[in-house]
Each structure stands twice: as structure tokens, then as C-alpha cells.
């Protein structure tokens, strides 16, 4: 297995899973251009991508999928209701490359099963996926007002995890925001703080269910990566807890993980 958060951001998303024959993109919320720059500099040919996985339809998770969909005849899959509410936007796709899956069942590309799973936040059904290569799982979570048993569950067991460490409540409380923006991004239906991230990043290292953590979309203006990753060492450190906690970069690609 093969793993790259290509950007991860309030700004845009993309991240990159390979297994074998096998090469899934998660999110396109970037141009296509940079999202082609962006495999090629970890020696994938845009070609190649076998399929284009939608979390949800807001800009930063879909901005480049029909452009790439289109260029290179890749499928694009989502739920229904995230097509309905995407489909407007990306464009024209041929009928052979919009595919479908339910949330909450599992389904396969090639020797890849994808676990689409159900999270809290303000789309229309919004998922965040498990990848099972092999002997080995990856988790993205991110886009989540709150870790819900459902996604906890999930995360458990996985080898490598992206996890969402949007927002430094401070930050955010005292920032330029508007307050209707500010109680959306707190509420259960919003987006996970750094302080939330921590303490349950903390959880699953007591229950030695997790491998590899990288922390990302983060927000551009009420949060910064010294910041989350300060916040989520802290609590570690509370609890004696050494471990390694990594970033998810926003505007270039995270280190590859091969495992």
C-alpha cells in the first residue's frame, strides 16, 4: 500500500491511495493541473488513476474531478445524494464513469475494498472511506463536526490515518469570521478542533489501534500547523504518551507512506 496526502486544506483536498494495479485518487478539490503535477512528483502518471473517490460535493473536495474525469476517462464514484448535489458543478461526465456506491457497504476495486462510512458534517451525505490493502488498512476522516462511535469504530485498526485537526477554537472565536460561520464551523455538524483531534487521537493510542496519524484541513485562518501539532503533543505528553504525529501539508504533498 501506497499513501499521500496530496493537499489537505480549507483551500483544497486530494490524496492518493495505491495498492498493486490499483491507483484511487480521494478528492479532486484542486485544479487539474496541479492535481497532475501533483502525482507526478510521487511517480504516479495521471493515466493511471483507476478512479475518483467524492467524500462530499463542497469546492474543495470536487473542484478538478471532471476536468481529470474527463481528460483521462476516469470513473468518479459517490452516493447518490452527493452526486445530485455535485453533479451541477463538475460538469459533464460520460454515463460509464459515473458510478455509485451506499453508504455504509462495502465494494472493490481491484484487490482494494473501500469502506465508505458515514460522518457528521454540513453536505448532503458526506462519508469518509477505509482502504483495505492486503494485511493493511488506511482511513481518511476528515470533514467531521464530531468522531461519532461510527467513525471511532472505523478509525480502530487502521495502519495509517488522515484525520481532520481543522481549527484552533480560540482562534476561531476571536477571528474576523462572522458569528452564523463561526457556530457552523463549532457545531456537531462543522468541523473537529485541534483540542477534539488530540483527545481522540489519544484514545486510540490506549486502545493500540492506530499506526501512522497525519493531522490535516487545517483551516487557513483560525488555525496553523505549529499550533495543531503543539496542541495534539500536549495532550499526549499529559498522558506520558510519546508518539510520532505528522502533517498533512496544504499546499504540497505530505511524505509517502509505503507499508
Not at 177 to 202: C, T, V
Amino acid at each position: 500500500m501506497r499513501f499521500c496526502s496530496l493537499r489537505s486544506g480549507s483551500s483544497g483536498n486530494a490524496a492518493y491511495i495505491g495498492y498493486k494495479d490499483v491507483h484511487i485518487l480521494v478528492d479532486a478539490g484542486l485544479s487539474g493541473s496541479t492535481i497532475e503535477k501533483s502525482l507526478l512528483n510521487i511517480d504516479v502518471n495521471p493515466r493511471s488513476i483507476s478512479a475518483i473517490l467524492i467524500t462530499h460535493e463542497h469546492n474543495d473536495h470536487i473542484k478538478g474531478a471532471g476536468i481529470l474525469s474527463r481528460r483521462y476517462d476516469i470513473p468518479i464514484y459517490a452516493n447518490e445524494a452527493t452526486w445530485a448535489s455535485m453533479e451541477s458543478f463538475i460538469g459533464d461526465i460520460e454515463p460509464h464513469n459515473k458510478r455509485f456506491f451506499k453508504t455504509g457497504e462495502d465494494f472493490t476495486l481491484g484487490d482494494v475494498k473501500i469502506r465508505p462510512f458515514k460522518k457528521s458534517h454540513d453536505a448532503s451525505e458526506p462519508v469518509g472511506f477505509s482502504f483495505f490493502c492486503g494485511q493493511n488498512k488506511a482511513t481518511i476522516a476528515t470533514d467531521l463536526g464530531y468522531i461519532s462511535r461510527g467513525v471511532a469504530a472505523n478509525i480502530m485498526d487502521s495502519d495509517i490515518v488522515l484525520l481532520e485537526s481543522n481549527h484552533d477554537v480560540d482562534m476561531l472565536i476571536n477571528g474576523t469570521y462572522p458569528w452564523p460561520l463561526k457556530k457552523r464551523i463549532l457545531s456537531p455538524h462543522g468541523h473537529l478542533s485541534n483540542k477534539d483531534a488530540a483527545e481522540a487521537i489519544k484514545k486510540f493510542i490506549k486502545l493500540k489501534s492506530i499506526g501512522k496519524i497525519y493531522l490535516g484541513h487545517l483551516s487557513q485562518n483560525n488555525n496553523k500547523p505549529e499550533i495543531a501539532y503543539k496542541t495534539v503533543i500536549d495532550v499526549l505528553k499529559e498522558e506520558g504518551i510519546d508518539y510520532e504525529i505528522n502533517m498533512a501539508l496544504r499546499y504540497a504533498e505530505s511524505d509517502i507512506v509505503e507499508i
